[in-house]
């Protein structure tokens, strides 16, 4: 089945407060480039959806790289954007805001769509969780925070995206979206590298990084 990855990047960035965030640089590339760059030879497209008002931007910078749209006002239309444009079998959505994203972790996610039809990244919860108005001590062992990529078969993504604009419907991840037709979304093991850069402190914590980064990823095969 033909692949294609959906990066939706229209986002202002507010909370980083740094301009539009998919244009952050680490280590001289930006939080876009990089994410584009981790499906190279993984997926046989990639889209990227982003504020029309930098589109030409985005056409300059990722020429033959990736193939623009326009974005929406919110993520959620963002991606609805890009899976009208593409058409690909599979389609991974993917935040361009987690930049370091491994080959491992996208063949896990293709291999569970293909299985399944619905995939989400998620990792085991690592803090101690409790209620922050009874102080009651929440059990971590059964939950998992998810990340992305979120991978589907394009059909069933596009069919939840459309229910949901007739109905009003909003969700902060794509696969809220399908859990909604009822269709169960396949869990499979994410990475701690795929945090999402959101705060300053996430943006110093991935600028320390992206050497290391991006020094394993020329080092030895």
């Not at 030879?41 to 300059?60: F, N």
């Amino acid at each position: 089945m033909s692949v294609a990855a959906l990066i939706p990047a229209a986002g202002s960035g507010v909370r980083l407060g740094q301009g539009p965030k998919a244009w952050v640089t680490l280590a001289g590339e930006s939080l876009l480039s990089r994410a584009v760059a981790a499906f190279e030879g993984c997926v046989d497209e990639v889209w990227v959806g982003v504020a029309p008002a930098l589109s030409a931007r985005a056409e300059e910078e990722l020429s033959g790289r990736a193939r623009v749209v326009c974005g929406g006002a919110t993520r959620q239309e963002s991606v609805y954007n890009l899976l009208r444009a593409a058409q690909a079998e599979v389609v991974l959505v993917h935040d361009a805001a987690r930049p370091f994203l491994e080959a491992a972790v996208i063949e896990r996610v293709v291999a569970a769509v293909r299985a399944h039809g619905a995939a989400s990244v998620v990792t085991a919860v690592a803090d101690s969780l409790i209620e922050a108005a009874s102080g009651r001590v929440v059990d971590r062992a059964p939950l998992r925070a998810v990340q992305t990529p979120q991978g589907f078969r394009r059909e069933l993504l596009l069919a939840a995206h459309e229910r949901a604009r007739e109905r009003a419907l909003e969700a902060t991840d794509d696969a809220a979206l399908v859990r909604a037709l009822g269709h169960p979304v396949a869990l499979v093991e994410g990475s701690s590298w795929l945090f999402k850069v959101t705060t300053p402190a996430d943006l110093e914590l991935a600028r320390a990084l992206a050497p290391l980064w991006d020094a394993r990823l020329s080092g030895p095969k």
